[in-house]
């Protein structure tokens, strides 16, 4: 009976871990596809050029792809947890950042970036 358990727990770990992976690329492949697109929006609500966010833009796509491309190194599966918090983090993180380089919640380029993180 013990036997059957312990492989029926692994194999949930295994489905777990399957779902979380598949989580994880669509989550990579929407914030660098929404970060970049939004890109293209800057310049319609904030003064151009404006380097700093145009930086933070690309580093946090970077940020994204690296995520994702990584996920395909074997036994990646074993990280996909922290690789999950680590990719909430970036989008998080980017959409605060950069609304708060732009003036914070009080402008109406939040609306926007809150887009990104639905």
Request: one cysteine or more; hydrophobic letters at 55%.
């Amino acid at each position: 009976m013990s036997e059957t358990v312990g492989t029926l727990e692994q194999e949930f770990r295994r489905e777990m871990r399957g779902s979380a992976m598949g989580a994880l690329r669509t989550a990579c492949v929407l914030g660098s596809l929404a970060f970049f697109v939004f890109g293209f929006v800057d310049p319609l609500l904030v003064a151009w050029p404006h380097y700093g966010l145009l930086v933070t833009r690309v580093v946090l796509i970077v940020s994204l792809l690296s995520i994702l491309g990584a996920s395909f190194a074997p036994g990646f599966e074993e990280r996909v947890g922290l690789a999950g918090f680590v990719a909430c983090f970036v989008i998080g993180g980017g959409v605060i950042a950069c609304t708060q380089m732009v003036g914070g919640a009080t402008t109406t380029y939040h609306e926007a970036l809150l887009l990104t993180i639905f």
